[in-house]
């Protein structure tokens, strides 16, 4: 092949070229150049090129169609939220794309860090979680003030970490500072859960509406969307256990499209309909303390992304709402006419499949709650 090529490429030019080859050359003119991803002019699209070059791949939506862009590329579309993106697709799970190695790569460390969470936290022989809630239940004996002190020591570690997240990286790597930070985030959540479910029925009972026909079936709807706004974390799983290089997402489709801090508004919907549900004052604190800390998420969150992605940031924020279909009602989200195909993807089922799972596995978490003199 190599030597054919090489005799075509040595071999004179025909004749008839030979005659034309001092003909002047036709020249197109060059189309204009597009402003990156729909935004409003090439001015900001300059601006915004540098911060997107590691957000990860864009998708843009051209006449109905999906075009994906690399890091940094360009795309057409409005800037209206129905046209082109200034961030991530969300949810996208290509099976193609997919390594097996990465994900038993994934279910080795997992099963590490289950087993390491056991000795080193959880077994009241080894671990130190028995103590650690010892000396938070030593402060006072009301289980509405320790489970609000659980909640503010979580909260300061969890929204401190992700705060000091770019310095960190900076010193021991993504990977390093994303190990660190579940290593310490997940143990403290893990006491706050099985502490509110060990006194959930304690404190002052306020009201009692369980025998209310169609209460249950209220809160078990309630609880159900809410857990479809909790978890945009499994768009990037393998990243959360460090398999894949760790990242600052922007999302922009699917959920985000409704609300902009869906952890937010997923949190509160199951705040509210757990304390309508229990109805007492433990319940009351439980709620106070985790929308608190996700109210605070909110503010810290925008100012994470607006630093690191500019005015990029500053064009999702103008057409997205914290408040859900908030941005929808007034006109600066326009949906796709395919919305729902943003849903029909994996992350999404597998919520939905986990939700119905976790519902239907509450005996066996709540036993397995009562066995920790927690």
């Known amino acids: 092949m190599a030597s054919h090529l090489r005799l075509h490429l040595a071999a004179p030019p ?4 030979l005659r034309h080859q001092h003909l002047p050359r036709l020249r197109l003119p060059r189309p204009p150049r597009l402003p990156l991803l729909g935004l409003p002019s090439p001015a900001v699209s300059s601006s915004l090129r540098p ?12 006449g109905g169609a999906e075009a994906e862009a690399d890091s940094g590329g360009e795309g057409d579309g409005d800037a209206d939220g129905a046209g082109g993106l200034v961030g991530e697709d969300s949810a996208v799970f290509r099976l193609a794309d997919q390594r097996v190695a990465s994900w038993a790569y994934f279910a080795g460390i997992l099963s590490v860090v289950l087993y390491g969470l056991n000795v080193l936290w959880i077994d009241p022989a080894t671990g130190v979680g028995t ?46 500072y994303r190990v ?17 479910i060990n006194h959930r029925y304690g404190g002052i009972q306020l ?4 025998g209310v026909s169609g209460v249950h079936e209220l809160v078990w709807l309630s609880n159900f969307i809410s857990f479809l706004f909790l978890y945009p974390s499994t768009f990037n799983l393998l ?15 699917g959920i985000m499209r409704i609300t902009r801090h869906p952890q937010f508004v997923g949190q509160v919907i199951w705040c509210l309909a757990h304390t309508l549900w229990i109805g007492n004052s433990v319940a009351v604190a439980a709620s106070v303390g985790l929308i608190g800390h996700h109210a605070f998420g909110v ?41 729902y195909k943003e849903f029909i993807r994996l992350p999404y089922i597998t919520i939905v499949a986990l939700t119905l799972g976790a519902y ?12 920790l003199p927690w």
């Open 131 to 176: 103590r650690f809630l010892d000396a938070v239940a030593a402060v006072s004996d009301s289980p509405e003030v320790v489970l609000l002190l659980l909640t503010l020591i979580f909260a300061l570690v969890h929204s401190g970490m992700a705060s000091l997240r770019e310095t960190g990286e900076k010193i021991i790597g993504e990977r390093a």
């Open 51 to 62: 911060r997107l070059l590691s957000s990860g791949p864009v998708r843009a939506r051209v």
């Open 180 to 196: 660190l930070f579940a290593g310490i985030s997940l143990p403290l959540a893990l006491s706050t859960i099985v502490y509110f």
């Open 360 to 371: 239907f596995a509450h005996p066996l978490m709540q036993a397995a709650s009562y066995r």
């Open 239 to 253: 990243e959360v256990a460090a398999v894949d290089k760790p990242k600052l997402h922007m999302w922009e489709t």
């Open 207 to 210: 009201w009692d509406v369980k």
């Open 14 to 17: 025909p004749p008839a070229l």
């Open 299 to 339: 503010w810290n969150g925008d100012r994470r992304l607006a630093s690191r992605y500019g005015e990029a940031f500053d064009v999702l924020k103008k057409r997205t709402s914290v408040v859900p279909f908030a941005a929808i009602v007034d006109g600066r989200q326009k949906l796709p006419d395919d919305y």
